[in-house]
């Protein structure tokens, strides 16, 4: 990281400070390293550097394995037009509880922590600190930093001890008091960079795309109808959440991930059922996949069979 | 019709003789007007007058309101490569009882039919001819002609009438006993031209296309898998009929019509779809319906949904 | 068969005369051993003895491996109300050439045969009785009888040869010129038995149920609706054939068989809903299969589920 | 409201303290009035109540219009056993901007407001509070309430001004700087009331009934198949959310409110299938609709038709 003034395309966003697991996952892109890192205080703030041309690209947190879909990056992506998802990152999530050199356990009668971290936190918490107080910090590095800063707005300074990521005490003079205090050790959260990009990243044979539709309209079936728009198209989906579209209770967009790529055939083709079938859909882009697996396709559905279908229309039409 | 010999491209199969309901649908074909009639025997040999490059064209009968799909048709449709259906045409069917001059109604106790014939007039003959015996035709205009030829080789010569196409009487000196002594008196006959032109007719806004399709194995719910091709594109099937494959008891393959034209971009991508799904689609052809019915496609479904959504896919792709 | 005058409950209506395929059929019926069998000229015949108390049961054609659906049968059962398939049977069809005594191949010139038949046999006439001529015979058995009665009304005294089941030869003083004359050795026809009792037969794990229904109405997409009544229940069905309703070109009737009895959870299921769906549904029976298969269920379809699922859904209601 | 002891069963929980949104939805509730509320923390601790014994029932937020499910409420209903929702109420949100006695709006640099409030008042608060700081605070009212409490754990006794529920000032003595700053001014939160109460409430013609239910594999196409359950049964879904199993990522059971009364027919029989399809499905209640809309239902689906359909198949077994 650069404290010198570097060019908007040198530069990467995401939720700050250092030590944050969004930090973690930037750190996984190859081209980021040794470029300018801009640490922001949340989802809008990052997406609005890309979209203002101060970054290169944001990298933001869109789920978690235990509290689900990012609520708020969902909607962002689904209101801000012209960003593209160009690639995802896994990044486990673990806790530990820091507190200012010189402290024991004993002595931590409050905890100052973020509210998904205090819930991801809470079973160990109550168990071994039963009558413990709890702060709400903004972000998990702001919990801990606020412990060295006393006259931080937010009066954390009261707190005896933080919930924070493990990757704190390279940035903090902290004492680890406990590692590994997250309720569940397979807790992971996935990231995605975003980009103003238009040029879709090549294929892999591991993607993934993301999108967001809404159904044209209230009748019974709709949803059934544009799930059929995948399962004809032999498409797998393996994400899909519905989030209020604000304007009255009871309207949903639909958040979309499914396996592939839209430059494979198969893809392409439910993207254009979709299309045909919803009066808003976004496309948030087809990316490599961060678990690498690849996507298995029977022969019907693998491009092949879209050419050799399509061959054999045209010498019908002639 | 000439009895001069005209070359191949002039002419036309029927089943034969003059007189018969394939003749009627043949008389409805403009460009069949003044052209060489060729009488034939049945389906297999009107076919290969096409096949072989003898006849222009074959009106054959696909369909009656009464009996059903004519299975004959269909499975050499399904059998005979190359071939296309480039017009429709509806028959009304209806009969009359005809007998050779002199005859009156208390005089007949034996009447020649074609079975289809007899079938579709049952009611009525067994409520004026309560003890009528029945000798089987090969085909109706055979029935009335052998009342007219003892030496006949099916020995119709011993009946005493003929249940018989109403424009039979131009053709033979035979008296009408009664008219309209069909049992249902809005039974149809759908008739199909079919010929070797690889050419697809125009688009008219009113146009049926025919196709024939094998499910790719016995696995349940592949039928449902093949009809969802047809729904998620808003393509109406008009009819859907199975005929077994023939090589073992359960093995099906499907007759289907389906609304609209192969170039009507809703119709091509279920056709594709289709194509994709089934180990064997044979495309029997567009052409324009008999009813002139204008088939109603909802926005989603027109080509302009179509192009407007490969737009908006060329676009992401770049 | 007895000569004797025997009640209604001991006879058993066939196509007859002795030595059709149908006669085959009911010899496989233990029930009907030593009982009185009533020949009858066709399938209307058949039911009627039934309807009327005559007789006990039908054996009827209902399906042939190479022709399809009999129509005659599926448009009977459709219409006429109070009847059951009690049983289904299956006879490997194949034909024999008769002539009367001392003819030779060479000096056949004409051939009788049941429409049906000849089309099944008309690669072996081809190549083995290339210039022959044919005469349509009213069944398989009136072909070879006819032989043998120059003064029959069909004057089929006129032929030289027959078509006729292998059978034959037990009933009727005829040589065999030629065997194992049908065109694909693997031909089936399948019967079925049909009575008024309305008991269903107890379920044996290899057991067919046959119904007919109609659409409600010709929105698009209805059949596939009927069909996701089965679907959703894990029926599979092993055959789905359209017949004309016969009011107006078309309209559609299904004849539908699926795996399972009507005892089956899922097949009751599965048959509600397709009671409440279609405005017409026809139970035609549940029976023992011929083929004996036993059906797969899978856990989620099996009794059990539905048992434990009713169970849960009474604990809920209270 | 008592301050003295009352028994459990005139005991509710709420998310308090007084003021609250959820305050306001408790107030709707008829049985409630007069009895003791008592104020809890949050969802968890009012659903201890709950299972504890201590309370009757607890009203908690399950949905709000701008921010979606609320994930603690799905996620609690879906692991505590043995709790049902038996009612459903709205509360339209809006907010108001409040601060001790004395002070302007041009006094206020720091504002207190729990996250959700905050996000919802975001707009309002940059247009006329543009450089100002914000402290999250635990709940609505605890914002407020800190206002006169400099000693608040929170700290947020640094704050000037507070976001919070237009309610506030009947209980508080504080000033309102500034009403209706909620940027969407049709906000609705929905709220349940939730009992150990096994039986269901009784059919009004407009309930609502919620359950969650798991996939039985990552099979494609699966969510397409439990979807089917419901629309083969003519069942209409208002609302269907996934939320994260927690055990894995990609991992999601799916939170569904329905349209109607499990003593329906027709949600009783897509219930009966949904638990054979489903291995894991919880049912939360059928309660009255708080937007009080009849639900339309098809003759096809009503309960006379599965009435008729039973007694039909009741006859055919016999």
């Given at each position: 990281?650069?404290?010198?003034?570097?060019?908007?395309?040198?530069?990467y966003?995401?939720?700050?400070?250092?030590?944050t697991?969004?930090?973690?996952?930037?750190?996984?892109?190859?081209?980021?390293?040794?470029?300018?890192?801009?640490?922001?205080?949340?989802?809008?703030?990052?997406?609005?550097?890309?979209?203002?041309?101060?970054?290169?690209?944001?990298m933001?947190?869109?789920?978690?394995?235990?509290e689900?879909?990012?609520?708020?990056?969902?909607?962002?992506l689904?209101?801000?037009?012209?960003?593209r998802?160009?690639?995802?990152?896994?990044?486990?999530?673990?806790?530990?509880?820091?507190?200012?050199?010189?402290?024991?356990?004993?002595?931590?009668?409050?905890?100052?922590?973020?509210?998904?971290?205090?819930?991801?936190?809470?079973?160990?918490?109550?168990?071994?600190?039963?009558?413990?107080?709890?702060?709400?910090?903004?972000?998990?590095?702001?919990?801990?930093?606020?412990?060295?800063?006393?006259?931080?707005?937010?009066?954390?300074?009261?707190?005896?001890?933080?919930?924070?990521?493990?990757?704190?005490?390279?940035?903090?003079?902290?004492?680890?008091?406990?590692?590994?205090?997250g309720?569940?050790?397979?807790?992971?959260?996935?990231?995605?960079?975003?980009?103003?990009?238009?040029?879709?990243?090549e294929?892999?044979?591991?993607?993934?795309?993301?999108?967001?539709?809404?159904?044209?309209?209230?009748?019974?079936?709709?949803l059934?109808?544009?799930?059929?728009?995948?399962?004809?198209r032999?498409?797998?989906?393996?994400?899909?959440?519905?989030?209020?579209?604000?304007?009255?209770?009871?309207?949903y967009?639909?958040?979309?991930?499914?396996?592939?790529?839209?430059?494979?055939?198969?893809?392409?083709?439910?993207?254009?059922?979709?299309k045909?079938f919803?009066?808003?859909?976004?496309?948030?882009?087809?990316?490599?996949?961060?678990?690498?697996?690849?996507?298995?396709?029977?022969?019907?559905?693998?491009?092949?069979?879209?050419?050799?279908?399509?061959?054999?229309?045209?010498?019908?039409?002639?």
């Open positions: 990281m650069s404290a010198e003034p570097t060019p908007p395309n040198d530069t966003s995401y939720l700050g400070p250092a030590g697991f969004t930090e973690a996952a930037l750190a996984q892109v190859p081209e980021a390293a040794g470029k300018h890192w801009r640490s922001v205080n949340n989802v809008g703030e990052a997406l609005d550097d890309v979209v203002a041309g101060r970054s290169t690209a944001a933001i947190a869109i789920e978690n394995s235990i689900g879909g990012v609520s708020a990056t969902q909607d962002a689904a209101t801000i037009p012209d960003l998802i160009v690639g995802e990152y896994l990044v486990r999530v673990n806790f530990v509880l820091v507190a200012r050199p010189g402290t024991t356990l004993a002595d931590v009668k409050v905890v100052n922590a973020h509210p998904v971290a205090y819930a991801q936190t809470h079973l160990w918490l109550d168990r071994n600190l039963p009558s413990h107080g709890h702060i709400p910090a903004t972000s998990n590095v702001a919990a801990a930093a606020s412990l060295l800063d006393p006259s931080t707005i937010s009066g954390a300074g009261m707190a005896d001890a933080a919930v924070a990521p493990p990757g704190i005490v390279g940035h903090y003079d902290l004492d680890v008091l406990a590692t590994d205090i309720d569940n050790s397979n807790a992971v959260t996935r990231f995605v960079l975003v980009s103003r990009t238009v040029a879709v990243p294929r892999t044979g591991s993607d993934k795309t993301s999108i967001i539709a809404e159904l044209p309209d209230d009748t019974a079936g709709r059934l109808e544009m799930l059929e728009q995948f399962a004809t032999g498409v797998n989906l393996s994400l899909i959440e519905s989030r209020p579209i604000g304007d009255e209770l009871g309207r967009r639909f958040v979309i991930d499914l396996d592939g790529h839209i430059r494979d055939e198969r893809v392409a083709e439910a993207l254009l059922g979709l045909r919803s009066p808003n859909v976004i496309f948030l882009g087809s990316y490599p996949r961060a678990d690498k697996l690849s996507i298995e396709v029977t022969n019907r559905y693998a491009d092949d069979s879209f050419l050799e279908a399509r061959q054999w229309l045209d010498g019908l039409i002639g």
